[in-house]
Every structure is written in structure tokens, then in C-alpha cells.
Nanobody, 124 residues
């Protein structure tokens, strides 16, 4: 089992920045990918960014490329999502997830463990 706890969400004006953190605990040795996903009201959950732990290789949705950066700190089992130049359409609940599968990095279907989420609200 892996437990994930997110933090760092909040409200910000368009153009601003936020950094999300996700601390993983438990049996993390089988984790292959860590990802950030988001879900806005009435929409499906979508992959935002992911990192292949052993690479590290990173993956981004087209909508966030050049604005968001995913990174990891192996010493503290923490994954970060730095979000810059935020837009109102980035408003959503953001979830951290861990995958033990070799699969599509941004597909939520392949992720085994999920955090509770942290809200990000961007006002225009």
C-alpha cells in the first residue's frame, strides 16, 4: 500500500504561480510512475504531468507544456508540480497518484494509488 498526501493548492490570479507537493509513504518500492491529475466540475479526470521514477523521464499534457514542471525528491519521497502562468482553465481539483504499472504515463486508468486532492482556483 502507498499513501499519498497532497498540499499547496489555493487561489491565485491568472498569471500567478503555485507549487503542489505530494508526499508518498508506505511500500513505495514498486512505484514506477508518479503523476498529477486534475478534475474540473463536470469533466473527466485528466493527466497533467507524470514522472518515471527510475528515469527520470517526464511527461506533460499539451495544455500545460512550458508552464508546469514535475520534479521529484527521492530523499523525501516527494513529488512536486510547479505551476507557472496559471490560467482560469487550470482551475480544478488536483490529485497525486502512483502507478506500479508500465503503461501510459498520463492515463489515470493505470494508476493504483490516489491522494485526496488539493483545490486550485485561478481567477481572471
Amino acid at each position: 500500500q502507498v499513501q499519498l498526501v497532497e498540499s499547496g493548492g489555493g487561489s491565485v490570479q491568472a498569471g500567478g504561480s503555485l507549487r503542489l507537493s505530494c508526499v508518498a509513504s508506505g511500500y513505495t518500492y514498486s512505484t514506477k510512475y508518479m503523476g498529477w491529475f486534475r478534475q474540473a466540475p463536470g469533466k473527466e479526470r485528466e493527466g497533467v504531468a507524470a514522472i518515471y521514477i527510475a528515469g527520470p523521464y517526464t511527461y506533460y499534457a499539451d495544455s500545460v507544456k512550458g508552464r508546469f514542471t514535475i520534479s521529484q525528491d527521492n530523499a523525501t519521497n516527494t513529488v512536486y508540480l510547479q505551476m507557472n502562468r496559471l490560467k482560469p482553465e487550470d482551475t480544478a481539483m488536483y490529485y497525486c497518484a502512483a502507478s506500479e504499472n508500465f503503461a501510459l504515463a498520463l492515463d489515470p486508468m493505470f494508476y493504483n494509488y490516489w491522494g485526496q486532492g488539493t483545490q486550485v482556483t485561478v481567477s481572471s
